[in-house]
């Protein structure tokens, strides 16, 4: 049995989980080798020092914000196609749920894309095998939808993700309204994952 958190525990997670989110703000806006744990801890109010407390270092707090989006996907894609009641429902769910995470998190997305490289070796194992995990969820979604090969299915799989992932960085929020984009994002994803050769 664990013991219930105290509230400095409390205030010790909250501190950790705004570490995350500034540092994936400042890694998408500056890049890894252009911000500094300084500037990290400036962000949320602590010296630079003071998020040794929290993360061994830059590269650790970079892993730790890269492993953490591919768990949410691959928890949030497993919830979503468990939900589902049928194949078809199964796929619209995991598009809608990729492209709210994709308009959600255009920075961390950008982090990925750019700065993967600098992830130690341990990290990088970590986001691969997640990253393989959430494939094989969409790939067993899609392939009640279309008769094809394996390969083929993760190639519509990878292309749809890229198509998702990229549009985020483009899209300016005044030009058109979220639910609006999530619309044809979610039409053009299924399109392109459904598409005949």
């Excluded at 990925?112 to 095998?129: I, M, T």
Aim: charged share 25%; with cysteine.
């Amino acid at each position: 049995m664990t013991s219930p958190l105290t509230a400095r525990d409390r205030a010790k997670a909250e501190r950790s989980d705004a570490i995350l989110r500034e540092a994936a703000q400042l890694f998408a806006a500056r890049g890894y080798n252009g911000v500094s744990l300084e500037d990290i801890g400036a962000a949320v109010g602590v010296s630079g020092p003071a998020v040794y407390r929290h993360f061994a270092g830059k590269q650790a707090l970079l892993g730790a914000v890269l492993v953490k989006v591919s768990q949410d996907l691959v928890s949030g894609g497993t919830r979503v196609s468990e939900e589902a009641d049928d194949s078809e429902e199964r796929m619209r769910a995991l598009i809608g749920f990729h492209v709210e995470f994709a308009l959600g998190n255009a920075e961390v997305i950008r982090v990925q894309d750019r700065d993967v490289a600098h992830l130690a070796e341990s990290d990088h194992a970590d986001v691969r095998r997640l990253q393989r995990s959430y494939i094989e969820l969409w790939m067993e979604a899609l392939r009640p939808l279309v008769d094809t090969s394996s390969d083929e299915l993760r190639l519509r799989v990878q292309a749809c993700f890229g198509l998702i992932n990229s549009t985020p960085h483009s899209t300016r929020s005044a030009a058109r309204s979220h639910s609006a984009t999530a619309s044809v994002l979610a039409a053009m994803a299924e399109a392109a994952l459904r598409a005949t050769t």
